[in-house]
């Protein structure tokens, strides 16, 4: 198994975002297949229904059922995360502006911005593969907000070591 390196960042300012890195014993080319076909996107992101199309201006809405319980400020966790594809480069990175999270019960939390970039090279043990770097953006002010971020933090942990437990088989 790959030596994973997993990094949670805040700002230096009191602005929450994400910033997640690790390292997959994978292609950058599959790993980039990964977030956009529908049956990887279910194995390692749980996702059960989606539409992604990997081009400009293309859709990235994804859905994950409903949990059965509740956050106690966000209500149940599952719902849509949906944007648009604004800048993409197959293999190596993608853009998802406008988008938002449609949690099941309650608001959207948006407007706010997904950035996945995809970096070819050796790992620890000099073995090939691809550093993976999730940062998410958008922010306002509120407790449904910065609890949005502890949540996702830990999701996005355990999305990818499901991932790399997936591509590194």
């Not at 059965?68 to 993409?88: M, N, P, S, W």
């Not at 019960?105 to 407007?111: A, L, R, S, T």
């Not at 593969?129 to 922010?139: E, K, N, P």
């Amino acid at each position: 198994m790959a030596l994973a390196a997993i990094k949670l960042m805040a700002r230096a300012s009191a602005t929450p975002c994400l910033d997640v890195s690790m390292f997959i014993e994978a292609p950058a080319g599959l790993v980039f297949k990964a977030f956009f076909e529908p049956h990887a996107l279910g194995a390692w992101w749980q996702v059960v229904r989606s539409v992604t199309t990997p081009r400009v201006l293309g859709p990235y809405a994804i859905e994950w059922a409903p949990t059965e319980f509740r956050d106690e400020i966000l209500g149940r966790l599952g719902g849509t995360f949906r944007g648009t594809v604004l800048q993409i480069e197959p293999g190596v990175s993608f853009f998802v502006g406008d988008a938002y999270w449609l949690p099941p019960d309650g608001e959207p939390i948006g407007p706010m911005a997904l950035d996945v970039a995809l970096t070819e090279g050796s790992g620890s043990h000099g073995r090939s593969g691809t550093l993976i770097r999730v940062m998410q953006r958008g922010y306002e002010d509120s407790a449904r907000w910065r609890r949005y971020y502890d949540v996702v933090a830990v999701g996005w942990e355990r999305a990818l070591s499901s991932l790399r437990m997936l591509l590194e088989k």
